[in-house]
């Protein structure tokens, strides 16, 4: 059931992505189509089932990865906290293009920050401790320096 789940879990987060995409193009195309049912619900579903998945798999995880007391987890929730913040300022917040732009890169980046920092955890799995432990160790860093 826990693989299950996590290959729902990243699919989730694959579909959140694509509707941002297409919100994205559709608000900077400045069509009426961004307020389709669709569009506004969509995401907002996605997000309820990413959290519910997430809770999920941090309640049966095999390693016993928990937020607030692993750093790897609580680092990943607070990618995941990022990545909505910068999906709002581009679709909502921003007003002008560049600012939106900004929210674009800045969404891309921590969605490809928090899928790095899965992969330390699968590379910490196989034994490789030591460079997972220094990578969660640097994003731990970013996130408190960027607090």
């Not at 992505?17 to 389709?36: C, D, P, Q």
């Not at 016993?64 to 609580?74: C, H, I």
Request: hydrophobic share 55%.
């Amino acid at each position: 059931m826990y693989i299950i789940v996590k290959h729902t879990h990243l699919t989730i987060i694959a579909l959140t992505f694509i509707f941002f995409i297409i919100n994205f193009a559709l608000t900077m195309k400045g069509s009426e189509k961004v307020n389709h049912k669709l569009l506004k619900i969509g995401p907002h579903i996605l997000y309820s089932l990413f959290i519910c998945t997430f809770i999920y798999l941090v309640i049966v995880n095999p390693l016993n990865l928990y937020p607030f007391v692993n750093g790897w987890a609580s680092s990943k929730l607070a990618g995941f906290v990022f990545y909505v913040l910068s999906i709002t300022l581009a679709l909502k917040w921003a007003k002008a293009t560049a600012w939106r732009i900004v929210g674009l890169i800045s969404a891309v980046f921590w969605l490809c920050m928090t899928a790095r920092l899965g992969f330390a955890d699968h590379i910490k799995i196989k034994g490789i401790s030591e460079d997972a432990n220094a990578f969660i160790e640097l994003t731990q860093t970013s996130l408190a320096a960027i607090c």
